[in-house]
């Protein structure tokens, strides 16, 4: 089975461009959830989605962040304009339901490097 | 808001010891405790769920226990071996809303 697919593995651009993540969940998963993880602040939920809608965005830092699932196997993450300080690796996780209300675990992609100079 | 905390942040052992990471959280309103492993460079692997009705799981060389009223979880590993250093972390979701909070960690050694 193929797991949560990330691309790029590793984002290298310059301040005020425009960076955007993208994920492909496992097949027949319903809920995708973004995560952003740095050394200060450990795993931080973004914002996840079930059955393709956005739940809760509450954990998005600023108006700069984005995120949209058009459909049930792709999800991407925007940043515009960029910042240094969103420099961290981004996580997408994809589970067979509402992993707080089900029995079902997150699996994890294996993230997107991201570095804004 | 929920708070997860593990302790020790790093831990080393020789090979062939038993050990015991542990994992606290301050909301014990919770619907399920999950235990994940980060090898450097990569992603999180899912190593076991407790549901918060469950006192165990059991995977393997690994035992992972819940005590919710006293907000506490333990992940025991038998017979450690080189393979299992890596950084363990432990996340809690709950009625507070559909999401997990994560812990710092513990970054384990395995020593040949």
């Known amino acids: 089975d193929a797991g949560v697919i990330q691309s790029p593995r590793h984002e290298v651009t310059e301040m005020g461009q425009e960076v955007t993540l993208r994920c492909k969940p496992i097949?027949?998963?319903?809920?995708l959830f973004w995560y952003r993880q740095t050394m200060m602040r450990g795993l931080e939920l973004l914002i996840y989605?079930?059955?393709?809608?956005?739940?809760?965005d509450s954990g998005m830092p600023e108006d700069r962040f984005s995120a949209k699932m058009p459909n049930a196997s792709f999800s991407t993450l925007k940043i515009q304009p960029s910042e240094p300080r969103d420099s961290a690796v981004y996580f997408c996780a994809s589970s067979l339901a509402l992993s707080g209300t089900g029995n079902q675990p997150q699996h994890f992609g294996d993230g997107t490097r991201l570095s804004i100079l | 808001k929920q708070e997860v905390t593990q302790i020790p942040a790093a831990l080393s052992v020789p090979e062939g010891e038993n050990l015991v990471l542990n994992c606290s959280f301050t909301?014990?309103?919770?619907?399920?405790l999950q235990w994940f492993r980060q090898d450097p460079g990569k992603g999180l692997t899912s190593l076991l769920l407790i549901q918060s009705s469950q006192r165990e799981q059991t995977s393997g060389r690994l035992n992972a226990s819940l005590d919710k009223s006293s907000g506490r979880s333990t992940l025991y590993i038998a017979a450690s071996q080189p393979g299992d250093s890596a950084t363990y972390l432990c996340?809690?979701?709950?009625?507070?809303?559909?999401?997990?909070?994560f812990g710092t960690g513990t970054s384990l050694t395995v020593i040949p």
């Open positions: 989605f079930n059955n393709n809608v956005p739940i809760d």
């Open positions: 909301d014990s309103a919770i619907y399920n």
């Open positions: 996340a809690v979701s709950g009625s507070w809303g559909n999401q997990f909070y």
């Open positions: 097949s027949g998963h319903n809920s």
